[in-house]
């Protein structure tokens, strides 16, 4: 099977995260960025990183786009070049095109010319911190759409000593235990309870659920 290949353009805070999951997946990547300062810097690790202003037509036109999975705009400073080089993409007919947007406004117009996927790393992460800080004692809270969210959250004492099966957890909160972060011996691992797991002490519940329900159980158990 072959190699999935995709094509970064720009090399900022998200381009480099991305870049550093796709080659730790073992993903091929090409990387593109007009400033010459940040390809030097990650030409150790990406073997195919060039020097190219991908808002020339021409210059796009020379990378075979079409055989790459998918391209994501990763540059945030210039709406309008995101727009350009999103719109070059999708006419050389790349399979998958992500960009990066700040607004709804931008996601609109994006979506307009055909972009596949719109992300919002900064709106995320602020809602992703939005919903952490809110809810006392929760270590993460992941949203999700339609209402519900992934929370960290660490096992509360009315849970101690029981069994997942005994706690009725599912059915008294109408809540998801999809996985329990345990410590022994000062190492952690991470594994998917049975309905005979025991709760302990500093177990950290991975949780996942309707907002509402997850809020119910915290203000329920003071947590």
Do not use: H, W
Request: proline share 2%; hydrophobic share 45%.
């Amino acid at each position: 099977m072959a190699t999935e290949k995709y094509l970064i353009i720009g090399v900022g805070q998200l381009g480099q995260c991305l870049i550093d999951y796709l080659l730790e997946a073992d993903k091929e990547i090409m990387v593109i960025d007009s400033n010459e300062e940040k390809i030097q810097n990650i030409q150790d690790k990406v073997r195919n990183a060039l020097v190219l202003d991908a808002t020339n037509s021409e210059v796009l036109q020379k990378l075979d786009l079409e055989t790459f999975d998918a391209a994501i705009v990763t540059m945030g400073e210039k709406f309008q070049n995101v727009l350009l080089i999103s719109v070059l993409l999708k006419e050389a007919g790349v399979k998958k095109v992500v960009a990066r947007a700040s607004s709804k406004l931008e996601e609109k117009i994006l979506k307009k010319v055909g972009v596949d996927l719109v992300i919002f790393p900064e709106l995320e992460m602020g809602e992703k911190l939005a919903n952490t800080l809110m809810r006392k004692n929760v270590e993460e809270a992941i949203p999700l759409t339609n209402g519900n969210s992934i929370i960290q959250v660490k096992a509360p004492e009315i849970l101690m000593g029981k069994t997942l099966k005994e706690s009725k957890f599912r059915k008294t909160y109408n809540i998801y235990i999809i996985a329990i972060k345990t410590v022994e011996k000062n190492k952690e691992s991470t594994m998917i309870p049975d309905a005979d797991y025991k709760f302990q002490e500093n177990d950290i519940l991975i949780i996942i659920g309707n907002n509402k329900n997850i809020d119910k159980f915290i203000k329920n158990e003071n947590i």
